[in-house]
């Protein structure tokens, strides 16, 4: 088992670009969520989806888009990034509501030029 | 608003001596509390919880105590180890929406040999 991975692991962009987080389980979880982490703050919850083909906004939604095609993946677009999103993004999954054990991937650091 | 907060930032004990790191929060609707574990350029790894109908939860040399009235839990970990070396995240979270968790800044421990 793979757990969550993550792709790309770094990634610079300049101000306006596009680009997609792409982050992937194999335990079959059906809760996905993407985090950003950024110095002296906790992580922050971004987006997050309840199940294939479901997605909701969290506490710091704006200026990302986010899918749930596949049951095992999650994808965390920036249609146009700024540098206010420099950031370190992670992916978690859990199995269901209540078992709030979360599995993390080994994230993805991001620069905004 | 940090709805979640450890403020200590770092903290060095010696090994084979007591480590506590201390997390304050003030939603009083958080009835579900974690702490994770984070290595550098790794996800956050579950390490213990603690639901708000219990005071103490212990595995190994690990204890989660929460005091409710305080909004305060705290984490011990003896004896500690180097490789308890990390950066200790605490995170909690309402049963009205357990997706949305709220963590803490983070408390770097380093323990020394």
């Known amino acids: 088992n793979a757990g969550v991975t993550q792709t790309p692991k770094f990634r610079v962009l300049k101000t306006g670009q596009s680009m997609t987080l792409l982050c992937a389980q194999d335990?079959?979880?059906?809760?996905m969520y993407w985090y950003r982490q950024d110095p002296g703050m906790g992580l922050r919850l971004i987006h997050y989806s309840v199940g294939e083909g479901t997605t909701a906004k969290g506490e710091v939604p704006d200026g990302y888009n986010v899918s749930r095609l596949k049951k095992q993946n999650f994808l965390l677009g920036l249609e146009s990034a700024a540098p206010s999103q420099t950031s370190v993004y992670f992916c978690?999954?859990?199995?269901?509501?209540?078992?709030?054990?979360?599995?993390f991937g080994p994230g993805t650091r991001l620069t905004v030029l | 608003d940090q709805q979640v907060k450890q403020n200590s930032p770092s903290l060095s004990v010696q090994e084979g001596r007591i480590s506590i790191l201390n997390c304050d929060y003030t939603?009083?609707?958080?009835?579900?509390f974690l702490w994770y574990k984070k290595y550098p350029a790794e996800g956050p790894t579950f390490l213990i919880s603690?639901?708000?109908?219990?005071d103490k939860n212990e595995d190994g040399r690990f204890t989660v105590f929460l005091n409710k009235s305080a909004k305060h839990l705290s984490l011990h970990i003896v004896p500690s180890q180097p490789g308890d070396s990390a950066v200790y995240f605490c995170a909690a979270s309402a049963q009205s929406n357990n997706n949305d968790m709220r963590f803490g800044a983070g408390t770097r421990l380093t323990v020394k040999p």
């Open positions: 603690i639901s708000s109908i219990k």
């Open positions: 335990m079959n979880h059906e809760y």
């Open positions: 978690a999954s859990t199995k269901a509501a209540g078992t709030n054990e979360q599995f």
């Open positions: 939603n009083s609707m958080f009835d579900y």
